[in-house]
């Protein structure tokens, strides 16, 4: 954290243009503390509901799109409500992009995401699909989820089976909507700015918010 406020401090910024990027700086940092602190929580959770969901990964992945985009807002001198709509659009596309994580954490084609796909699977990650699963599941699919996730020990059948009960219980389209859903409240957010965003630069958001959600690594 200090080495990023000295970036700030060190940077010869005017002085109210330096203290809006330093308060913006240390709120990402403590928020992202708190999304830490929630996810651990959730995780002994099992009511844990889509909500609490979006909530802890605003803070613990969004709040880093949403407070750079306002950093670098808060340089262009950007009005009240162009800030308000980058700050939407960062949550929104942060959140997305986290959802598409999720999936790619279990559906995912390993030698595209350069990672195991069975990972989320075998640590009992709580991601959106495993919330929508138990929250839509019927009690045989949510006792399968009970007795497999987390079992790092768990064969390569067994994983299938999770996935088959995320697809089946509905937990994988629920997913796959939420996280559309986020990417259009997100890009729509930019048209709320007043002045209108220069068509370039909010071109290059729409952009990409594409390539960051739609993303098969």
């Known amino acids: 954290m200090n ?3 000295m970036a700030i401090t060190e940077s010869k910024l005017d002085p109210d243009i330096g203290i809006a990027c330093l308060v913006n700086y240390q709120k990402s940092f403590s928020e992202l503390v ?3 602190l929630l996810e651990m929580t959730m995780v002994q959770d099992p009511k844990a509901t889509p909500e609490m969901y979006l909530e802890m990964i605003r803070l613990k992945t969004a709040v880093l799109l949403e407070k750079s985009l306002l950093i670098g807002g808060s340089m262009a001198r950007g009005s009240k409500s ?3 709509a980058l700050s939407e659009y960062g949550v929104k596309i942060g959140q997305a992009f986290q959802i598409q994580d999720d999936i790619l954490g279990s559906f995912g084609d390993e030698s595209v995401t350069g990672k195991a796909s069975d990972g989320d699977i075998r640590e009992g990650k709580k991601t959106m699909l495993v919330i929508e ?7 045989e699919q949510k006792e399968i989820l009970s007795k497999l996730l987390g079992n790092d020990k768990i064969t390569d ?3 299938e089976k999770v996935r088959a009960t995320f697809r089946e219980a509905g937990a994988l389209e629920s997913a ?3 996280m559309s859903r986020l990417l259009h409240e997100g890009q729509t957010a930019l048209d709320k700015a007043n002045p209108p965003f ?3 630069y909010k071109q290059f958001l729409l952009d990409m918010s594409e390539f960051l ?3 098969d690594y």
């Open 213 to 215: 959600v739609k993303r």
């Open 176 to 178: 796959d909507k939420i």
């Open 198 to 200: 220069k068509e370039p």
């Open 157 to 159: 059948e067994a994983v």
């Open 82 to 84: 162009q800030m308000k």
């Open 3 to 5: 080495l990023g406020s």
């Open 133 to 139: 699963a138990l929250r839509l599941g019927t009690a």
């Open 34 to 36: 708190e999304g830490v």
